[in-house]
Structure formats: structure tokens, C-alpha cells
């Protein structure tokens, strides 16, 4: 059973592990640099939770909760690649706000937009994922994520959780 806990020590080997599954699931133009996740999280505007399946680093997720606010971003989450499709990402989800110790706020995820890109299929199950699990998204609204890392930006869907 995966145990899924924060982690706010940069220096920790699991942030490590973290950060590479962060790189192998992400493409550059989409990921923040190592340097700025490491500074979010020291001064605490990021939160970053890891999930270990008895000694290994198999998921993490980044949160940035809006300050005054109700919303917290749900900047990123991942699986590591051998892990992928075993609930791993389900149970985190079905558990999300117990783990975040948060209650009456709300979820905010940036999506790709199924209808651009090359990987049509991939965001559509990433959609539908989402929407298995109550969110919903945020009709008649244009989201451009401007390129993080160069390149172009992408078309986004916004969705929030709960609905």
C-alpha cells in the first residue's frame, strides 16, 4: 500500500526520487526549473506530497495553495512510469483533502485541452480521470499556460474539485 506524506526537506533523498519522476513526466517546456520547486517549497509557497511503496518513490504531487483564497493550485502530479494504471493516482485523489489536512477549499487543475496537441489520446484519459473523480470544468473560459520552459504555450482546460 502506497503511504503518501509531505515533504518539505529539499535535501531528502525521497525529493530526489520525486524530482525525477517529475522530469521523466513532464516535457521541459511544461516543468519549472529544480531551482525553483527547491525555493517554493523552503519558503513554503509549495507542497509537496510523495508517495513510497515500501522503500521506493513512486508518486509525487505539487500544490501551491492561493494565499486569502479557497483555492489551491494543483500544479502537478505524477506516477512513476513502472507504477502507472495500479490506482496509485486514484487513491491519492479519493483521499486528497484528508492528506492535505484542508477542508471548504478547492482544487484548481490546469489540464491539457484534449482538442490541440500531438497526445489527443492521452489528454482526453487524463480529462476523464479527472472527471471520475468529481471535477468539473470551468466552461466558457480560455486558458493559455504561457512555456515555462520555451517553446509554445499550451492549451489548457481549468477544472476544480469538488464541483
Known amino acids: 500500500m502506497v503511504k503518501f506524506y509531505e515533504n518539505n526537506d529539499t535535501n531528502h533523498k525521497d525529493f530526489e ?39 521506493e518513490v513512486v508518486f509525487m504531487a505539487l500544490f501551491w495553495p492561493l494565499k486569502n483564497t479557497e483555492f489551491i493550485l494543483f500544479d502537478y502530479m505524477a506516477v512513476k512510469k513502472n507504477y502507472r494504471n495500479k490506482g496509485i493516482g ?17 482544487l484548481i487543475l490546469e489540464v491539457e485541452n ?39 504555450p499550451t492549451e489548457m482546460l481549468l477544472m476544480i474539485l469538488p464541483e
Open 114 to 152: 484534449p482538442e490541440y496537441g500531438d497526445n489527443k489520446e492521452q489528454r482526453k484519459k487524463r480529462v476523464a480521470f479527472y472527471k471520475r473523480h468529481g471535477a468539473k470544468i470551468m466552461k466558457n473560459l480560455r486558458y493559455i499556460l504561457p512555456p515555462i520552459g520555451g517553446g509554445a
Open 90 to 106: 486514484t487513491k491519492f485523489l479519493e483521499n486528497i483533502f484528508d492528506i492535505l489536512k484542508v477542508k471548504d477549499r478547492y
Open 17 to 55: 526520487d520525486a524530482i525525477k519522476i517529475y522530469i521523466e513526466s513532464f516535457p521541459p517546456n511544461e516543468r519549472h526549473s529544480i531551482a525553483t520547486i527547491k525555493t517554493r517549497i523552503e519558503s513554503g509557497y509549495y507542497r509537496l506530497f510523495i508517495g513510497r511503496l515500501e522503500n
